[in-house]
Each structure stands twice: as C-alpha cells, then as structure tokens.
C-alpha cells in the first residue's frame, strides 16, 4: 500500500508528463498544418478581398459554412428590384502565379469537381471570382496616409454555358479561361446582378 509521499509523487510524475505532452501538441499545431499556412493565408486574403469590393458595392456578403457545395459566399443587393431582393452565388480562388496568354488568363486551379458546381445553369447565377495576388504576403497590402491598397485584382467569369464533366474526379483539374477585360469592381460587381441594365449601389 502506497503512502501519501508516494501518491504525491505518482501525481507530480503525472501532470508533470501532461505537461509535456501538451507542449508537444502545442509545438505540433505552431509547426504543421493546424495553423495558418502559406495556402489558408493565401485563400482568406482573397475572400477578405471580395468582402471589401462587396462592402464597397453596398452588397450583403455572407459565407456559407461548411463549405460543401463549391460556393463561398452568398451576396445579396439589399433592396428591391421587381419585388425581389437579387442574389448571387459566389466561388473565390486565389492565384500567386498567373499565366496569361492573348488577353486571357488560363487558370488551372479547379478540380473536375469544383468545375461542376459552378458549369450549367442554377436558380441562382453563379460566379467564379478569381484573385490574383502578390506570391508574397507582405505584399498583399500596402497602406499609407491617403489609401490602402490590395493587391493585386479579382476577375470574374461565369461557366453557365459549359457542359458538365461525366463523373469528375477531385484530383484531374480544368483549365478556365477568364478576359483581362472582366475585372471585378465596384461597378462591374453591381452590373452582374443583371447585365441588361444598369443596378446602383444601395
């Protein structure tokens, strides 16, 4: 039978070993994939990105969560138009290595499966927005006393008319090509809500 001395030092033994161990897992999440890395960073920039475009527009912006239907965000014109308030379905990507080629950038960073979400006709439109950014995140910013600027653009481009892919895979990708021309603004973000005629701001 142990005696109290003993039972303090099992004890001491043991929330010492505790210790180490959350230490270790501490040290674990600071270095592996649990934090934010280069690719998370990259992604949350670009969505903060089109948070702000929304935020200048006037538009609702919400995130859907969890992410599991190719759609990102929700935007919504906070008024009425023809007894309905427009809406948007909105997937963003982020790009540090552009390509462009005869005014088009060729951007290969979708799944088969992402693709998918995003071709064919929906009840609400859908978007690709794609965010071109800095390959360095010390450069995704640049603020001073008279503005803040992001860099570097968004895009945007809409695959309503493309054909589905016959049974995707999430590891084959496709090559999306996106104009130069259709840059995401404040005023070409408003005009995609209808194309036919002109939509203010709120």
Not at 15 to 42: F, I, K, S, Y
Not at 57 to 69: E, H, I, K, V, Y
Not at 176 to 190: D, K
């Amino acid at each position: 039978m142990r005696n109290g001395k003993d039972l303090y030092r099992m004890t001491s033994i043991t929330m010492l070993g505790r210790t180490r161990v959350a230490v270790g897992m501490w040290r674990l999440v600071l270095n592996c994939e649990w934090c934010l890395d280069r690719n998370n960073h990259q992604g949350w920039y670009g969505e903060c990105f089109i948070q702000v475009l929304a935020a200048a527009a006037g538009l609702q912006a919400t995130p859907l969560t969890p992410d599991c239907t190719g759609v990102d965000f929700y935007l919504c014109l906070p008024r009425e138009i023809d007894g309905d308030f427009p809406r948007m379905e909105v997937q963003v990507k982020t790009w540090s290595t552009p390509k462009s080629r005869n005014g088009r950038w060729h951007y290969r960073g979708l799944t088969e499966k992402r693709f998918n979400a995003l071709a064919g006709k929906r009840r609400l439109p859908r978007y690709l927005f794609l965010v071109v950014v800095p390959p360095n995140a010390q450069d995704f910013v640049r603020a001073d006393s008279h503005a803040l600027q992001l860099s570097h653009a968004a895009y945007w481009i809409s695959l309503e008319a493309e054909q589905r892919i016959d049974a995707p895979d999430c590891k084959r990708t496709v090559e999306v090509t996106i104009p130069e021309s259709n840059l995401l603004t404040v005023a070409s973000l408003l005009n995609l809500f209808d194309p036919l005629r002109a939509v203010e701001a709120p």
